[in-house]
């Protein structure tokens, strides 16, 4: 198919495609002549990928492009791919002391005891979640310390149901793509449901 | 205390206190000579929920009003207050054709009935759930439905956690404060828990 057809069978304006070309996160296509090259169904694929890594995951260009490169390695693991994806999507970023440092990170290794985490020091993931305990603490709400288990088990049952559904999407690019869907609109989805749960249980537990 | 006390003492600025007072947020002080006034312990409360629920929940200042409104009514339940405030946070606005909505709505119809939820028709929630719903679909994600039960089982168990938590509290204000801090920066914690989980989940389902 030609730019334009390309263009519309993916979503994806001219200028755009243009654009994820000339950073290298789209090979060329077959040129038929000088001015003119013909695309196929991988380059939909990719360029479905593209943008959901970029408009739905937020990652920069630069984090895109390492995320491609892992997936056109083959002898990398669909789980590397998946680390490298994580790595690109923006996280909490806050500034905390020591103290507030130390008493997150006690907090996080008892929770990885329970949960049977491994939790690689220094990985972003680690570090966002020592923001978000840190950002209770400083307004004087460490009162989710006592839900702070539930939210962990929470976590592992949802996380594994999300891998095994990702997982049957067969291909390494469509198992990321659905990481990254999965990822942003299910932290959407997460929220929408606790707040209709929270109702429930508010009229369960505190309503006449 | 004097006004440059309760600002120390709460953490909010003599100019935002001034226009928390005009826009009704806060009584005034005990007059002591005519451009003098006195606060007191009230007053910090007051003014520690009104800055959670602006800068944290996100409310406009109408909501907050009605927040506060039915805080000082005495015969309304907490149950009552946090479902005002519930209404006031910000939700997902998607605009959806009749036959995705009639899709989403279908689907949770389904939940509620597994869930055992009420689900007022036209709640903002349940119009927020139809958007996340409709999202994913549009994108041709729906492998998400493989996960929708255990997504809000999970958002279930984590909700009752933060009712109990949050109820201990104590009075209305401070059950308010907390539900309202709960809300917001438990949607942080519970997605970064989420990724930390998804990359343990990763490993043991797809790592070598």
Known sequence: MRMAELSRESGVSVATIKYYQREGLLPPGELTSPNQARYGAAHIRRLKLVRALVEIGGLSVAAVREVLARIDESDASTHDVLGVVQQGLPGVRVDVDAADREWARSLIDTIAAERGWRLPPGSPVVESLIGVLCAFREIGHEWVLDALSCYAE?????????????????????????????????????????????AEASRKRLGD
Chains 1, 2 share one sequence.
């Open 154 to 198: 929470s976590a592992d049952r949802v996380a594994a149901a999300d891998i095994d559904a990702v997982a049957r999407l067969g291909s390494t690019e469509a198992v990321v793509e659905g990481a990254v869907i999965g990822t942003v609109l299910g932290d959407a989805l997460l929220a929408t449901l606790r707040r209709v749960a929270h």
